[in-house]
């Protein structure tokens, strides 16, 4: 559990934090269900305490009614132009080049671009949003 802690404090900490709201569980077994996976423990404290997050240098995909970050509207779409590995859901879409990062049900967080392939670049999403705010 301390890590799930250190998760949302480090959100919290986040410069020029913005959320939505959180959310319930079955907004987010819904999402899940629609996307037909499941998402990371850490993925669900985040949705469940955030909604969705933009801050400096980052903007998370969540649910919300923003569509450009919605995780399912984000999700579908690459599913259709069949960039992202089925289990996988879009975590943050960079927008440049194609440059998608995904998380799978483990919590392990892969960046995507077109025509190379999938590469692990941490094992959650506190890891993540972590590498994130170095710069």
């Known amino acids: 559990m301390q890590k799930m802690d250190k998760l949302i404090s480090r959100i919290?900490?986040?410069q020029g934090l913005r959320f939505t709201g959180g959310v319930s569980p079955e907004d987010i077994s819904d999402a899940?269900?629609?996307?037909n996976l499941t998402f990371a423990e850490d993925y669900k404290l985040y949705l469940s305490k955030f909604g969705q997050v933009?801050?400096?240098g980052i903007e998370l995909s969540g649910l919300s009614n923003k569509k450009l970050t919605s995780v399912v509207i984000l999700t579908q779409h690459e599913?259709?132009?069949?960039?992202?590995?089925?289990k996988h859901y879009v975590l943050e879409n960079i927008g440049i080049d194609g440059l998608i990062y995904s998380q799978d049900v483990t919590g392990a967080v892969y960046q995507l671009l077109p025509n190379s392939p999938v590469v692990k670049v941490a094992d959650s999403l506190l890891q993540y949003i972590e590498?994130?705010?170095?710069?």
């Open 79 to 86: 599913r259709k132009i069949l960039s992202i590995p089925p």
């Open 32 to 35: 899940e269900t629609l996307l």
């Open 54 to 56: 933009e801050a400096e």
């Open 12 to 14: 919290e900490q986040l």
């Open 131 to 135: 590498s994130i705010n170095k710069k």
